[in-house]
């Protein structure tokens, strides 16, 4: 038995319904997938990626690394090159910290922690809100830089540079030496870790630390 014309016309009439609208969800759709692109984007990273490479060096002796970020810095075309553990940080939820005056992190606090060399932050372009970043005779010294965060939250006063730096777990203690920019550092795309530090990693003789920690380097350079 033949349709009618009509019920061939309601019929033509929903389907182009239903392709309008599934058109409307895939536009809406695009539409936050590109918001939240750009809203991503616009997360400040608290470093300038532009024109860094980073590779690892494993299984290596300390002194390797040492040579051949010597010869990186001076090759043509270098603008800063540096060796860390990690890119940005290696090690999270280390050491519970405190300052001298007693102003102490909660024992549930989340903390990244990175050991770079000399030339790391000038690397990464990292900004210097406070006092200095590591040189080479930094190398070994128990001293820190520390992000800005951990910084106001141990030294709300802001006169964390020239403090002394606590470890609760260690008691081990640093002169802190600058304070930095927080870099954006996420365990998922929501929660965000805001208490940073760094210590210096010497390159002949290994990181600074009393606890075990990988022999792994990674090389950092800015062309």
Request: aromatic content about 6%.
């Amino acid at each position: 038995m033949a349709s009618s014309p009509r019920g061939g016309e309601r019929l033509s009439s929903l389907l182009v319904v239903t392709q309008v609208a599934c058109a409307v969800v895939l536009v809406v759709g695009a539409g936050l997938m590109f918001r939240t692109i750009e809203n991503v984007n616009r997360i400040p990273l608290g470093l300038d990626p532009d024109g860094v490479v980073a590779l690892s060096v494993n299984g290596q002796k300390f002194d390797f690394a040492a040579r051949v970020l010597d010869r990186v810095r001076h090759a043509p075309g270098v603008e800063a090159a540096a060796v860390a553990g990690g890119l940005t940080f290696s090690v999270y939820g280390s050491e519970r910290l405190a300052s001298a005056a007693g102003v102490a992190l909660p024992d549930d606090a989340m903390l990244a922690m990175n050991t770079v060399s000399d030339g790391y932050f000038e690397a990464l372009r990292v900004s210097v809100l406070q006092g200095r970043t590591f040189v080479r005779a930094d190398m070994g010294a128990n001293v820190a830089v520390l992000g800005r965060t951990l910084a106001a939250q141990l030294w709300p006063h802001g006169d964390a540079v020239g403090a002394m730096l606590r470890g609760l777990d260690s008691g081990r203690s640093w002169t802190v030496i600058g304070v930095v920019d927080d870099l954006d550092v996420r365990f998922g795309p929501l929660r965000s870790i805001q208490l940073q530090w760094y210590q210096p990693r010497d390159t002949s003789t290994g990181p600074s630390l009393s606890s075990p920690f990988v022999a792994a380097h990674r090389l950092i350079v800015r062309g």
